[in-house]
C-alpha cells in the first residue's frame, strides 16, 4: 500500500494513514507501506538546493531548514502518542535534518548541484516521512520497521533523476521484507534506492507509486494499492473538468497509455512490475476508504464505453522538419531519431505525412533546445532544410481499449472540435487503436478537454 503526498500531509492524516493500516493487518492480511514525503516536501527540497546553488545564502537555508524541522516534529507530535515511538521518531529526524543542513550548506559554498547531490537532497522528503509513519503504527500496538528503498534492498543502475530497479531488487527485497512481514510493517520509503555503488537514486518524481508496484511484484502481492486524494483514476483530470468521474476498472495498458500521456495520477513506469507478475494494482481515496476506487487489470474487457478518458499534456513543444530532400530519402528519420535519442531527448508523438517532406513531433519543453541542436547537422547536409518550433502546445489523449476496431470515434473527435472551433494542429494514432493523440494551442487545450468529456459522456454521474 502506498500512500502519496497528500494523505500524509500532516500529522492527523498520518494517524488516519497508521489506523488503516493497522486494520487491514489485524484482520489478517500482511501488508507493506510505501511512503511518499510529506505534501509539498519534496518541491521545497528542490527549490532550496536550486537557491542555494545560486544565490547561496546560507541564513534562507537555515530558515528552511527550520521550517522543515518544525513540520515533522508537529506531525510526530499529532501522529504518536506512545512517548518511545515518538522518540525514536525525533531522533531518526533529527539526524536527518542535520545530515541535509550540512548538504543543503555545501551546496551554498560550492554553487553547484549535480544530478547525483539533487537526487541526494530530494530523497529527505521521503527519509523524514517514514520514521514518522511507522512510529504512529507502532504507537498503535503493531510492529513497524522503516527501511528506506536501499535498505528494502532496491538497487538501481546510476542514472540520476531516473533511475531504474536492477533485476536483483526483486529477490533483494523478498528476503528483506520477507524476514519480517509476518508480524510487522514495514515502512518503506517511496521514490527512493540505491546504486550498486550505494549511493542514493531517485526513480523521478512522483516515483512512489513504482516503488510499491516494485515491492509488490518482488513480495508477490495479491494486489498492489495506492491510496490518493483522488477516487481513482478519473476520466480526466478533475482539475480540469470538476465532473470527471471515477473509472471502476481498466486495462493496465490504458492505465499506460493514461499515465504516458499525462494523467498525473500514475507515475508512468508503475504498471511495468505489475503486468510482468500478473498484480491488480488499485487506486484508492484515503479519505474514503470504503469506497472500490480504480482496478487495473490485465484483462480488457470491451466495455460499452469506447473512450474511457481524456488527458493533457502540459509543457511540451512541437518541431516540424520539412525539406524537398527528404522525400523518398531513406534513413532520414532514422537519423533524425537517432541523433535525438542521443541527445536525451523524449519524444512523446510523432507524425509524417505521405508525401514524406515534413515530419512532426512533440517534445519535453525543456529538452526542445537540445533537440533543436542536435539536428543542426541534418540541416547542414541538407537532408532537411527548415526546422520549425511551437512551445506553445498541449497533447490531449483520448484513450480506450473499447476503440479498438470500432468505426468512428476519430470522426466524433475530430468532429465536435471542429465544431467547438478547436484548430488540431497535429494528430497520431498508435496502430494498437487504445488511443488518438493530437496537438493543439496550449489556450485551447482545456476546453479540448471539456468539450471531449461531454461528447462522450464522461462526466455524467453514473450507478456505481
Ligand atoms: P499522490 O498523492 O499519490 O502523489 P498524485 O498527486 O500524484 O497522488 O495524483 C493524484 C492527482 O492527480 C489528483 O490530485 C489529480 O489532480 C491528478 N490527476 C490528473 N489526472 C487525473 C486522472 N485522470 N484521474 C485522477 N487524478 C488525476
Ligand atoms: N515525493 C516524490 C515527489 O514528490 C515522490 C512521490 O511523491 O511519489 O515526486
Ligand atoms: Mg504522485
Same mark, same amino acid.
Given at each position: 500500500?502506498?500512500?502519496?503526498?497528500?494523505?500524509?500531509?500532516?500529522?492527523?492524516?498520518?494517524?488516519?494513514?497508521?489506523?488503516?493500516?493497522?486494520?487491514?493487518?489485524?484482520?489478517?492480511?500482511?501488508? /507493506?507501506?510505501?511512503?511518499?514525503?510529506?505534501?509539498?516536501?519534496?518541491?521545497?527540497?528542490?527549490?532550496?538546493?536550486?537557491?542555494?546553488?545560486?544565490?547561496?545564502?546560507?541564513?534562507?537555508?537555515?530558515?528552511?531548514?527550520?521550517?522543515?524541522?518544525?513540520?515533522?516534529?508537529?506531525?510526530?507530535?499529532?501522529?504518536?502518542?506512545?512517548?518511545?515511538?515518538?522518540?525514536?521518531?525525533?531522533?531518526?529526524?533529527?539526524?536527518?535534518?542535520?545530515?541535509?543542513?550540512?548538504? %543543503?550548506?555545501?551546496?551554498?559554498?560550492?554553487?553547484?548541484?549535480?544530478?547525483?547531490?539533487?537526487?541526494?537532497?530530494?530523497?529527505?522528503?521521503?527519509?523524514?516521512?517514514?520514521?514518522?509513519?511507522?512510529?504512529?503504527?507502532?504507537?498503535?500496538?503493531?510492529?513497524?520497521?522503516?527501511?528506506?528503498?536501499?535498505?528494502? &534492498?532496491?538497487?538501481?543502475?546510476?542514472?540520476?533523476?531516473?533511475?531504474?530497479?536492477?533485476?536483483?531488487?526483486?529477490?533483494?527485497?523478498?528476503?528483506?521484507?520477507? *524476514? #519480517? +512481514?509476518?508480524?510487522?510493517?514495514?515502512?518503506?520509503?517511496?521514490?527512493?534506492? *540505491?546504486? *550498486?555503488?550505494?549511493?542514493?537514486?531517485?526513480?523521478?518524481?512522483? &516515483?512512489?507509486?513504482?516503488?510499491?508496484? =516494485? #515491492?509488490?511484484?518482488?513480495?508477490?502481492?495479491?494486489? +498492489?494499492?495506492?491510496?490518493?486524494?483522488?477516487?481513482? /483514476?478519473?476520466?480526466?483530470?478533475?482539475?480540469?473538468?470538476?465532473?470527471?468521474?471515477?473509472?471502476?476498472?481498466?486495462?493496465?495498458?490504458?492505465?499506460?497509455?493514461?499515465?504516458?500521456?499525462?494523467?498525473?495520477?500514475?507515475?508512468?513506469?508503475?504498471?511495468?512490475?505489475?503486468?510482468?507478475?500478473? =498484480?491488480?494494482?488499485?487506486?484508492?481515496?484515503?479519505?474514503?476508504?470504503?469506497? &472500490?476506487?480504480?482496478?487495473?487489470?490485465?484483462?480488457?474487457?470491451?466495455?460499452?464505453?469506447?473512450?474511457?478518458?481524456?488527458?493533457?499534456?502540459?509543457?511540451?513543444?512541437? #518541431?516540424?522538419?520539412?525539406?524537398?530532400?527528404?522525400?523518398?530519402?531513406?534513413?532520414?528519420?532514422?537519423?533524425?531519431?537517432?541523433?535525438?535519442?542521443?541527445?536525451?531527448?523524449?519524444?512523446?508523438?510523432?507524425?509524417?505525412?505521405?508525401?514524406?517532406?515534413?515530419?512532426?513531433?512533440?517534445?519535453?519543453?525543456?529538452?526542445?533546445? +537540445?533537440?533543436?541542436?542536435?539536428?543542426?547537422?541534418?540541416?547542414?547536409?541538407?537532408?532537411?532544410?527548415?526546422?520549425?518550433?511551437?512551445?506553445?502546445?498541449?497533447?490531449?489523449?483520448?484513450?480506450?481499449?473499447?476503440?479498438?476496431?470500432?468505426?468512428?470515434?476519430?470522426?466524433?473527435?475530430?468532429?465536435? %472540435? &471542429?465544431?467547438?472551433?478547436?484548430? /488540431?494542429?497535429? +494528430?497520431?494514432?498508435?496502430?494498437?487503436?487504445?488511443?488518438?493523440?493530437?496537438? /493543439?494551442?496550449?489556450?485551447?487545450?482545456?476546453?479540448?478537454?471539456?468539450?471531449?468529456?461531454?461528447?462522450?459522456?464522461?462526466?455524467?454521474?453514473?450507478?456505481?
Amino acid at each position: 500500500m502506498k500512500f502519496g503526498g497528500t494523505s500524509i500531509a500532516d500529522g492527523k492524516k498520518i494517524r488516519h494513514v497508521a489506523s488503516l493500516l493497522n486494520d487491514y493487518k489485524k484482520e489478517g492480511h500482511e501488508v /507493506v507501506a510505501v511512503t511518499s514525503a510529506l505534501g509539498g516536501v519534496t518541491d521545497g527540497l528542490l527549490e532550496n538546493a536550486m537557491e542555494a546553488s545560486r544565490k547561496g545564502k546560507v541564513p534562507q537555508i537555515k530558515e528552511f531548514m527550520a521550517n522543515l524541522a518544525k513540520k515533522h516534529y508537529d506531525a510526530v507530535e499529532e501522529a504518536i502518542d506512545d512517548s518511545t515511538a515518538a522518540d525514536e521518531a525525533i531522533e531518526q529526524i533529527d539526524a536527518r535534518i542535520d545530515e541535509l543542513e550540512k548538504a %543543503l550548506i555545501g551546496i551554498c559554498y560550492l554553487g553547484e548541484l549535480t544530478p547525483r547531490s539533487i537526487d541526494y537532497i530530494s530523497s529527505y522528503g521521503e527519509r523524514l516521512a517514514a520514521p514518522i509513519i511507522s512510529g504512529a503504527i507502532r504507537s498503535l500496538g503493531t510492529k513497524s520497521k522503516a527501511f528506506t528503498g536501499g535498505e528494502a &534492498g532496491i538497487v538501481t543502475n546510476s542514472n540520476y533523476g531516473k533511475a531504474s530497479p536492477l533485476e536483483k531488487t526483486y529477490e533483494n527485497v523478498a528476503k528483506t521484507l520477507g *524476514e #519480517i +512481514i509476518e508480524d510487522h510493517i514495514p515502512v518503506v520509503t517511496g521514490f527512493i534506492a *540505491e546504486s *550498486e555503488e550505494g549511493i542514493i537514486t531517485t526513480l523521478g518524481r512522483s &516515483g512512489s507509486d513504482y516503488t510499491a508496484s =516494485i #515491492i509488490g511484484a518482488a513480495v508477490k502481492a495479491d494486489e +498492489i494499492w495506492l491510496w490518493k486524494e483522488v477516487h481513482g /483514476v478519473m476520466t480526466s483530470d478533475p482539475r480540469i473538468v470538476p465532473d470527471a468521474r471515477p473509472i471502476m476498472q481498466i486495462s493496465y495498458i490504458e492505465a499506460m497509455e493514461l499515465s504516458y500521456f499525462g494523467a498525473k495520477v500514475l507515475h508512468p513506469r508503475t504498471i511495468v512490475p505489475a503486468i510482468k507478475h500478473g =498484480i491488480p494494482v488499485r487506486v484508492k481515496n484515503t479519505f474514503e476508504p470504503d469506497f &472500490g476506487g480504480t482496478l487495473i487489470v490485465a484483462d480488457q474487457t470491451r466495455s460499452e464505453d469506447v473512450v474511457k478518458a481524456v488527458t493533457l499534456i502540459r509543457n511540451v513543444a512541437a #518541431i516540424n522538419i520539412s525539406g524537398a530532400g527528404m522525400v523518398g530519402a531513406i534513413g532520414t528519420a532514422a537519423r533524425v531519431f537517432s541523433a535525438l535519442a542521443d541527445a536525451g531527448v523524449n519524444i512523446i508523438m510523432i507524425s509524417q505525412s505521405s508525401s514524406e517532406a515534413n515530419m512532426s513531433f512533440v517534445v519535453d519543453d525543456a529538452h526542445l533546445d +537540445i533537440a533543436v541542436k542536435a539536428l543542426q547537422p541534418e540541416l547542414e547536409k541538407n537532408s532537411i532544410a527548415d526546422v520549425v518550433c511551437d512551445s506553445n502546445i498541449c497533447v490531449v489523449a483520448v484513450v480506450g481499449a473499447g476503440m479498438d476496431g470500432i468505426p468512428g470515434v476519430a470522426g466524433r473527435v475530430f468532429g465536435v %472540435l &471542429g465544431r467547438e472551433k478547436i484548430n /488540431v494542429i497535429m +494528430i497520431s494514432q498508435g496502430s494498437s487503436q487504445h488511443n488518438i493523440s493530437f496537438v /493543439v494551442s496550449s489556450d485551447q487545450a482545456e476546453d479540448a478537454v471539456r468539450v471531449l468529456n461531454r461528447e462522450f459522456e464522461l462526466g455524467a454521474p453514473r450507478e456505481e
